[in-house]
């Protein structure tokens, strides 16, 4: 207990016992006194032990304070230390985004479906989901779900964010073609999201990459060991709780552990590559997913 938390209990403790004994020896009007000073100074101890009560171990940070770990505030302190185990390229495109970021927060442009996109579900279901190239990327989209990557670090996401009225949304990626020297990287991001970075890179994104198994959450300097390496061939899906803001993957149809939780932004799906290959998304309009689950329904 603090020194002041003790000199308030034993005011506490003076005026519950001293009060009363007062009162006995005093006029009426003296009783009403002393019992209205009592009962000041009682709310006055209570005000103090709630104020005390809200600061942390130290006394100077409230419990409520900002958290550096929550995933939706990102890496906003990165160690310097960080940046120099990137090679020259690396930091610079990841300093780049970073600034890109700043001046284009999440839902900085509108990302809530509006009524046209709504009646436009309404009409086509899942179709009205399709993943929109940038004129700046090298990537071609094929029937709005079949992507190509030609060269360099890109991404691509689809054109509305993944709904709120399901339990659960899940959407899968073959992979259909990808040399050895390709890293995919299937997840989600919010928008706006820097073009030239993969999921998982920078801020706001997941990522589970091809070449190492690994996810990625926020930042490109470390990874956490997730779930197989996936190749041509394979299938990886993305399942998405809206009210825990949870994130799994699958891989072949076996679930994988949950990602993340906590997501509160609207997320889109998001597929990156650093090189050639080709990726075919089913959002549902190919009929049920191979973990059983369609994406609108």
Not at 43 to 70: A, E, T, Y
Not at 127 to 141: C, L, R
Not at 187 to 215: M, Q
Request: negative net charge.
């Amino acid at each position: 207990m603090s020194q002041s938390v003790m000199y308030l209990s034993i005011l506490l403790f003076v005026c519950a016992f001293v009060s009363p004994a007062a009162a006995q020896n005093s006029e009426p009007s003296s009783t009403i006194y002393i019992f209205i000073v009592s009962i000041t100074a009682f709310i006055m101890v209570l005000f103090c032990l709630l104020c005390c009560s809200r600061q942390s171990p130290d006394g100077n940070k409230p419990p409520n304070g900002v958290d550096v770990n929550d995933p939706e505030l990102g890496n906003d302190i990165v160690d310097t230390s960080l940046l120099t185990s990137l090679s020259e390229d690396a930091r610079l495109s990841y300093e780049r985004a970073r600034a890109w970021q700043e001046s284009n927060p999440p839902e900085s442009t509108p990302t809530d479906i509006t009524l046209s996109q709504y009646l436009s579900i309404q009409e086509k279901g899942v179709s009205a989901w399709e993943f929109e190239p940038d004129i700046e990327t090298n990537i071609y989209v094929v029937g709005r779900t079949e992507i190509a990557f030609y060269y360099g670090e890109s991404c691509i996401q689809t054109n509305l964010p993944l709904p709120k009225n399901q339990e659960v949304y899940y959407w899968e990626a073959k992979i259909f073609e990808k040399p050895t020297t390709t890293t995919i990287a299937i997840g989600v991001a919010t928008k706006p999201f820097p073009n030239w970075r993969l999921p998982g890179w920078n801020r706001h994104s997941i990522g589970y990459f091809s070449d190492t198994g690994h996810k990625r959450f926020n930042q490109p300097f470390t990874s956490r060991p997730y779930g197989p390496t996936f190749n041509e061939g394979d299938v990886i899906g993305v399942g998405y709780r809206h009210r825990t803001g949870t994130i799994f993957f699958t891989r072949n149809g076996r679930k994988l552990e949950d990602a993340y939780t906590g997501l509160r932004f609207n997320l889109f799906p998001t597929v990156g590559a650093n090189g050639p290959c080709q990726v075919h998304v089913n959002l549902g309009q190919a009929g049920m997913c191979s973990f059983g689950l369609y994406f609108f329904s």
